[in-house]
T-cell receptor, first 112, second 110 residues
Framework: KAGVTQTPRYLIKTRGQQVTLSCSPI?????VSWYQQTPGQGLQFLFE???????NKGNFPGRFSGRQFSNSRSEMNVSTLELGDSALYLC???????????FGQGTRLTVV | SQQGEEDPQALSIQEGENATMNCSYK?????LQWYRQNSGRGLVHLIL?????REKHSGRLRVTLDTSKKSSSLLITASRAADTASYFC??????????FGQGTRLTINP
C-alpha cells in the first residue's frame, strides 16, 4: 500500500496570501487529521475528518479550515497568512478507533 | 497544549549502547504511540501500545506502558548511527486526535 501523500512538499508564500495543502490518505483509511509543527509549540492538532465530516478541531483561528472529499482525500486551507504560520504541516491517516496513525512527509510552509 | 512530557529532552550515546526515553502523560488513554522524526521530515510510526497492554516489542524496540503511573518508556537496543533522530510519544485519549510530547533528540556517536 502506498503511504500518506502530502503535496506540495515545500511552499513559500507572502503575508496576506492564502494557501491550500493536500493530503491523500492510505487506501481504505477514512480518518484524516492535520497537525502543525513549529519549534516553539511543537506538534499541535488542527482538525480531524472522517467520512467528509469534521469531528474535532484544535485551538486555531478560523483562518485555518479544512475539508474531506468522498474519496477520503483532504485539504487544509490557511487564509490571510501570517509570519507565524510558517511551520511543517503534517497529515495523518488511520483506519479506525484505537489504531495506528500514519503520517505523511509533511508540507513545509514558509511565509515571508 | 502538550499532554506528554518526554525525558530526557536530549540524549547522546555511543553506537552499540542502549537508549531509553521516557514519556509521561496526564489523562486516561486508549493507546500511546511512538514516532521517529529525522531532521524535520515526516513522522515514522514505530509502535502502538494499547491501554490494556504492558509491554510490546518490535525488532530492537521495546515499549512499556504503566497506566497507574501514566508513563511509558521506549528502549532502543544496540543503537546505530541511523537511529539518530527525534522521538515523540503521542497519546490517544479519544476525541479523534493525538497529543504529542515535546520529543527527545537522540544522537548516536560513532
Amino acid at each position: 500500500k502506498a503511504g500518506v501523500t502530502q503535496t506540495p512538499r515545500y511552499l513559500i508564500k507572502t503575508r496576506g496570501q492564502q494557501v491550500t495543502l493536500s493530503c491523500s490518505p492510505i487506501s481504505g483509511h477514512r480518518s484524516v487529521s492535520w497537525y502543525q509543527q513549529t519549534p516553539g509549540q511543537g506538534l499541535q492538532f488542527l482538525f480531524e475528518y472522517f467520512s467528509e465530516t469534521q469531528r474535532n478541531k484544535g485551538n486555531f483561528p478560523g483562518r485555518f479550515s479544512g475539508r474531506q472529499f468522498s474519496n477520503s482525500r483532504s485539504e487544509m486551507n490557511v487564509s490571510t497568512l501570517e509570519l507565524g504560520d510558517s511551520a511543517l504541516y503534517l497529515c495523518a491517516s488511520s483506519d479506525g478507533w484505537n489504531t495506528e496513525a500514519f503520517f505523511g512527509q509533511g508540507t513545509r510552509l514558509t511565509v515571508v | 497544549s502538550q499532554q506528554g512530557e518526554e525525558d530526557p529532552q536530549a540524549l547522546s550515546i555511543q553506537e552499540g549502547e542502549n537508549a531509553t526515553m521516557n514519556c509521561s502523560y496526564k489523562t486516561s488513554i486508549n493507546n500511546l504511540q511512538w514516532y521517529r522524526q529525522n531532521s524535520g521530515r515526516g513522522l515514522v510510526h514505530l509502535i502502538l501500545i494499547r491501554s490494556n497492554e504492558r509491554e510490546k516489542h518490535s525488532g530492537r524496540l521495546r515499549v512499556t506502558l504503566d497506566t497507574s503511573k501514566k508513563s511509558s518508556s521506549l528502549l532502543i537496543t544496540a543503537s546505530r548511527a541511523a537511529d539518530t533522530a527525534s522521538y515523540f510519544c503521542a497519546t490517544d485519549a479519544g476525541a479523534q486526535k493525538l497529543v504529542f510530547g515535546q520529543g527527545t533528540r537522540l544522537t548516536i556517536n560513532p
